[in-house]
């Protein structure tokens, strides 16, 4: 019984041997671009699929597969093929399941092999650590940038939209109404100001308001003014309309507040049945 197969016995486990093929092919292969490297022979001078066939031909040869039986040969085999987990997830997760469980004490298996194989394991294990724990600092210092993008600065941001966005948050609830979905509100917010659609009073105009609407619906969007709302548009899917007012309350005196017909976005228009009706705003796409 070879090493191998005493190691397979003794974890209980088989380990694929068409994984094992691979990694030894690789390590003849690298191999033989090593030594063509070393003779000054440039690779894309070289047959298509050269290194394949010579890995292959070496793998056939009866003097070579007895030479691969060795201890530290096939110390070398799972070397290469530890290296190679470690820069390709696949390999990573298909060899995970089975290399964490050798048991590399069995007393069986030729010490120099077991050596080998335990310094592999080792270095494995360590550098996957590194690997690991790198990845997972990368993804949280990406995610602590997008949580800085969506909120530095925000405090401020709301407190204008608190004060004079009544506008643009009815524009919100027609493209959530339109799309079916929610809003993400920091989002749409954030890239309308970086796109100079609102002003630093939260002023919006005409055509900056169409270019919201078309962006986050993906429709072709048409507005204009009205005193009052033509006759029957309630009814049409493709059209929504803004109320635009003035609160006479004391508290909000000459404020101009906007709502739509079936929600306000602030508790202040619930003042708007004693105000001054103003116009509609009527949007409609194609």
Not at 72 to 94: I, Q
Request: charged share 25%; aromatic share 10%.
């Amino acid at each position: 019984m070879n090493e191998l197969q005493t190691l397979q016995t003794h974890s209980e486990i088989q380990i694929p041997e068409n994984t094992l093929t691979s990694a030894t092919k690789d390590l003849l292969m690298q191999t033989a671009k090593n030594f063509t490297s070393k003779c000054g022979i440039k690779p894309e001078n070289l047959p298509e699929g050269f290194f394949e066939d010579v890995s292959n031909k070496l793998l056939t040869n009866e003097k070579v597969h007895e030479e691969l039986q060795k201890p530290k040969v096939r110390a070398n085999v799972f070397s290469l093929l530890m290296d190679k987990a470690l820069h390709d997830d696949s390999t990573m997760n298909e060899i995970l399941p089975y290399f964490n469980k050798i048991d590399v004490q069995a007393p069986d298996i030729n010490k120099e092999f077991r050596n080998a194989l335990n310094k592999s394991q080792t270095d494995f294990n360590s550098t996957y650590s590194v690997r690991k724990s790198s990845k997972d600092s990368e993804m949280q210092n990406m995610n602590r940038m997008r949580i800085k993008s969506r909120y530095a600065g925000l405090q401020e941001i709301l407190e204008m939209l608190g004060k004079n966005g009544c506008y643009f948050l009815n524009l919100c609830t027609i493209i959530e109404e339109v799309n079916g979905i929610p809003l993400d509100l920091i989002e749409i917010t954030r890239d309308c100001i970086d796109n100079g659609w609102i002003d630093s009073e939260w002023q919006i105009g005409y055509e900056e308001t169409i270019k919201i609407l078309n962006k986050y619906t993906g429709k072709n969007w048409k507005g204009f003014t009205a005193v009052n709302l033509p006759q029957n548009i309630a009814v049409h899917d493709n059209v929504f309309f803004i109320e635009c007012h003035m609160l006479a309350d004391p508290r909000f005196y000459k404020t101009i507040h906007t709502t739509r017909y079936y929600v306000d976005v602030s508790d202040k228009g619930e003042q708007k049945d004693i105000g001054i009706h103003l116009y509609y705003f009527v949007f409609k796409y194609e």
